[in-house]
T-cell receptor, first 112, second 115 residues
Framework: SQQGEEDPQALSIQEGENATMNCSYK?????LQWYRQNSGRGLVHLIL?????REKHSGRLRVTLDTSKKSSSLLITASRAADTASYFC????????????FGKGITLSVRP | EAGVVQSPRYKIIEKKQPVAFWCNPI?????LYWYRQNLGQGPELLIR????????DSQLPKDRFSAERLKGVDSTLKIQPAELGDSAVYLC?????????????FGEGSWLTVV
């Protein structure tokens, strides 16, 4: 089962524009992570935000977390053609036996 | 430092045939995962190892899938016999320990096509 649901399913923007991707989840979490997957490749970890954090930055990436709304957003500023990829949010639910659960992903296309 | 290494990268087999995938995790990583990713979907966990012990195999279809991690390092995932619905990417990943605050590092995946 996949807890995180990303929105939109696909996003196409012009190089230089910002890209905003959203993720909603259902149960209480320990942390939420975003991963990127280039076509035909494995997943690459981008950023992790803990349940007691509200915002985190890493280079051109900005992640927010609203636990009251059970949602997160990933913002990529000044997008580049190389940012074209699928982006997944993954949630780590609370609990001793919890496991990281991935959403279906968002396909981002950045037009040069 | 070498990343997670998987082989083969691509495999095409006929249904009912067996297939095996191999994974070498990042050196020193105690936790090893096998995920399956269907087209257009996110990865779904099949099995997780802590050293050589399978601590979560609840999603592994045990009638045809098996996995092992001898000596707590390399791992193999086997499907016998393969079915058409098994066509997917099989991703191996590792982390330094199961603490969910740790980053999971993925291999490039083994792409299976069952015809």
């Amino acid at each position: 089962s996949q807890q995180g649901e990303e929105d939109p399913q696909a996003l196409s923007i012009q190089e230089g524009e910002n890209a905003t991707m959203n993720c909603s989840y259902k149960t209480s979490i320990n942390n939420l992570q975003w991963y990127r997957q280039n076509s035909g490749r494995g997943l690459v970890h981008l950023i992790l935000i803990r349940s007691n954090e509200r915002e985190k930055h890493s280079g051109r990436l900005r992640v927010t977390l609203d636990t009251s709304k059970k949602s997160s957003s990933l913002l990529i500023t000044a997008s580049r053609a190389a940012d074209t990829a699928s982006y997944f949010c993954a949630t780590a639910p609370r609990g001793a036996n919890s496991k990281l659960t991935f959403g279906k992903g968002i396909t981002l296309s950045v037009r040069p | 430092e070498a990343g997670v290494v998987q082989s083969p990268r691509y495999k095409i087999i006929e249904k009912k045939q067996p297939v095996a995938f191999w994974c070498n995790p990042i050196s020193g990583h105690n936790t090893l995962y096998w995920y399956r990713q269907n087209l257009g979907q996110g990865p779904e966990l099949l099995i997780r190892y802590e050293n050589e012990e399978a601590v979560d195999d609840s999603q592994l279809p045990k009638d045809r899938f098996s996995a092992e991690r001898l000596k707590g390092v390399d791992s193999t995932l086997k499907i016998q016999p393969a079915e058409l619905g098994d066509s997917a990417v099989y991703l191996c990943a590792s982390s330094s320990h199961q603490g969910l605050g740790n980053t999971i590092y993925f291999g490039e995946g083994s792409w299976l096509t069952v015809v």
